[in-house]
């Protein structure tokens, strides 16, 4: 299986079964991760880490506080693609890791980047 990420700089093609997603709240300044993996069904949240609360980013009830970090497992359905914004006005742009290698997406402002399972 392969991950694909569609930006203003072109196609992003990764082989792979699993990444992460990163970035910085734009208004708390605190670090997000989100680890997805690839299936037949579509892209799943498997687990989400967040390293403080604020605004809009309180960590749900049943997170636990593990080396600084509040881990959790979001319910949500497998989704068949990911909408990133890239507006240029944030702290950092999005970080997107797999197989040992990480690419910033957005840290500019663009159309919005588009992560789907590559046909």
């Not at 990163?22 to 037949?40: C, G, L, R, Y």
């Not at 600084?68 to 890239?86: D, E, M, S, V």
């Amino acid at each position: 299986m392969a991950l694909c990420a569609l930006s203003a700089a072109g196609l992003l093609r990764i082989a792979t079964t699993t990444f992460m997603l990163s970035w910085t709240h734009s208004v708390e300044k605190i670090p997000w991760q989100e680890d997805w993996a690839i299936t037949n069904a579509g892209l799943v949240l498997t687990e989400a880490r967040i390293q403080g609360s604020g605004a809009g980013m309180e960590p749900p009830d049943d997170a636990v506080f593990r080396d600084g970090w509040y881990h959790y497992t979001p319910n949500i359905p497998p989704r068949q693609n990911i909408i990133l914004a890239a507006s240029g006005e944030t702290v950092s742009g999005w970080k997107l890791c797999a197989q040992g290698q990480c690419h910033e997406l957005g840290s500019t402002r663009e159309k919005p980047i588009e992560i789907t399972i590559c046909e």
